[in-house]
């Protein structure tokens, strides 16, 4: 599908003038050596080989996972609590595009007060935000921006895990695929581009769940230009559904992961990749992949090299192609939900029944909400029971090879 020199796919001719561009960059949290860097001045170091690339977007927007806070104020949930010094806002002034995105997992953390400070200070430093508000009403409004006289509105949505908001608590826009869809056909009517960015799926899967397709083909359908994906630490594949682009997953921008890493070439961590979009009034014209890596010491972001570029773009083609075929998309699923351990923790719970009756919030009952009401986890957990009652588990398993060796960036040794 990709243009193996150069990541690009031509979806059609332009319709109509003007014609503009739109770069989106994949999960950004400026955290531990990262936060230490941009404190001592380092963030325009970090993303200068990067700059020729943000200067020649029209419109560009980045994933942007944490408060921006110093309270101490973590809420109870399953999973890491995420912060970043305000001061680390000078990385976005450094990349010095338009739109953080903000309908993720993380942006809650802290509680409402820091999530809504982060609004504030991101629009003071001439920011716009889309994905996250005062309360549910708020975090769902679109954002809708001219660019070069195209009016393009955006939606951004995330999987129910914590900080979302509610008609009443600030946070995250949550997922709701009846609702969403019919928020997406209502914003199509009055934009010339409608691009949709969610965050979700199954983290480190290099392949998406039956449900991620079967959704962003409904948003499509529902009327979105575009629909792209973040969230899974990992690249996953791309795919044109009625001569729309999908995105999959880009994967981590610049995601440092913890203060002392082994330098693994070959995971996935490091390794994500931008999406540019060329588009028209009519939506998009073109797509163009462009892979980036972060070192482990999150001293730079830049472009990967020419063989790596290749291998890269050869490497996407490979985990697009089992889009296209539900059935064989599913056998893969199915695997990855074999091998998980996720349904282990139904086995050996961190909860015992008096959990259930002690007073809220309850840190234990919260591992388990997480299992069930989070539609990644919830998915997986299904999909392994199904086997389960089936007998087809082992069945399953007979794809691991291939699995394990879809998950690793081999081509970063070139």
């Not at 150069?6 to 109509?16: C, K, P, Y």
């Not at 109870?76 to 001061?87: A, L, M, V, Y």
């Not at 430093?125 to 070069?148: C, H, S, W």
């Given at each position: 599908m990709l243009n193996p020199k150069?990541?690009?796919?031509?979806?059609?001719?332009?319709?109509?003038s003007p014609q503009a561009d739109i770069l989106i960059a994949g999960d950004c949290c400026p955290r531990l050596i990262a936060e230490e860097r941009i404190l001592n001045g380092q963030a325009k170091e970090i993303l200068a080989p990067l700059q020729d690339i943000f200067a020649g977007a029209d419109?560009?927007?980045?994933?942007?996972?944490?408060?921006?806070?110093?309270?101490?104020?973590?809420?109870?949930?399953?999973?890491?609590?995420?912060?970043?010094?305000?001061?680390?806002?000078?990385?976005?002034?450094?990349?010095?595009?338009?739109?953080?995105?903000?309908?993720?997992?993380?942006?809650?953390?802290?509680?409402?007060?820091?999530?809504?400070?982060?609004?504030?200070?991101?629009?003071?430093?001439?920011?716009?935000?889309?994905?996250?508000?005062?309360?549910?009403?708020?975090?769902?409004?679109?954002?809708?921006?001219?660019?070069?006289?195209?009016?393009?509105?955006?939606?951004?949505?995330?999987?129910?895990?914590?900080g979302s908001a509610t008609p009443e608590r600030p946070g995250a826009a949550p997922l709701s695929p009846s609702l969403n869809a019919r928020q997406i056909n209502d914003l199509a009517k009055k934009v010339d581009c409608c691009l949709v960015v969610l965050h979700g799926g199954n983290e480190q899967n290099p392949l998406p769940s039956p449900r991620v397709v079967e959704m962003c083909r409904t948003f499509i359908d529902a009327g979105a230009a575009m629909v792209v994906n973040i969230h899974t630490h990992c690249p996953q594949g791309v795919e044109l559904w009625h001569g729309k682009p999908i995105v999959y997953s880009l994967g981590n921008f610049y995601f440092p992961e913890r203060k002392v890493q082994a330098d693994d070439p070959t995971d996935f961590w490091y390794t994500g990749y931008m999406v540019r979009f060329s588009i028209d009034k009519g939506g998009a014209t073109a797509m163009e992949l462009i892979p980036t890596t972060f070192s482990p010491e999150a001293d730079s972001v830049r472009p990967l090299s020419d063989k790596q570029r290749e291998g890269f773009f050869n490497y996407i083609n490979t985990i697009s192609a089992p889009i296209a075929d539900m059935q064989?998309?599913?056998?893969?699923?199915?695997?990855?939900?074999?091998?998980?351990?996720?349904?282990?923790?139904?086995?050996?719970?961190?909860?015992?029944?008096?959990?259930?009756?002690?007073?809220?919030?309850?840190?234990?009952?919260?591992?388990?909400r997480n299992l069930l009401t989070c539609e990644?986890?919830?998915?997986?957990?299904?999909?392994?029971?199904?086997?389960?009652?089936?007998?087809?588990?082992?069945?399953?398993?007979?794809?691991?090879?291939?699995?394990?060796?879809?998950?690793?960036?081999?081509?970063?040794?070139?």
């Open positions: 150069n990541g690009r796919v031509v979806i059609r001719e332009s319709q109509s419109l560009s927007l980045i994933q942007f996972e944490t408060p921006l806070t110093t309270d101490d104020t973590p809420i109870c949930k399953s999973g890491p609590n995420i912060r970043c010094h305000p001061d680390t806002i000078a990385l976005l002034h450094a990349w010095g595009g338009h739109v953080a995105l903000l309908a993720n997992n993380h942006i809650g953390d802290y509680g409402p007060k820091p999530a809504m400070d982060t609004i504030a200070q991101l629009h003071a430093n001439g920011f716009q935000t889309v994905g996250a508000g005062e309360n549910l009403a708020a975090a769902y409004q679109p954002l809708i921006r001219d660019v070069k006289g195209i009016r393009v509105g955006i939606l951004n949505f995330a999987e129910n895990e914590f064989e998309l599913r056998r893969f699923f199915e695997c990855w939900a074999a091998c998980s351990g996720y349904p282990r923790a139904l086995v050996k719970p961190a909860w015992t029944p008096e959990d259930f009756d002690a007073p809220a919030p309850n840190p234990k009952l919260l591992a388990l990644a986890h919830n998915e997986l957990i299904t999909t392994y029971l199904r086997l389960v009652e089936e007998g087809r588990r082992e069945e399953a398993l007979a794809r691991k090879p291939q699995l394990d060796k879809l998950g690793k960036a081999t081509f970063m040794l070139e």
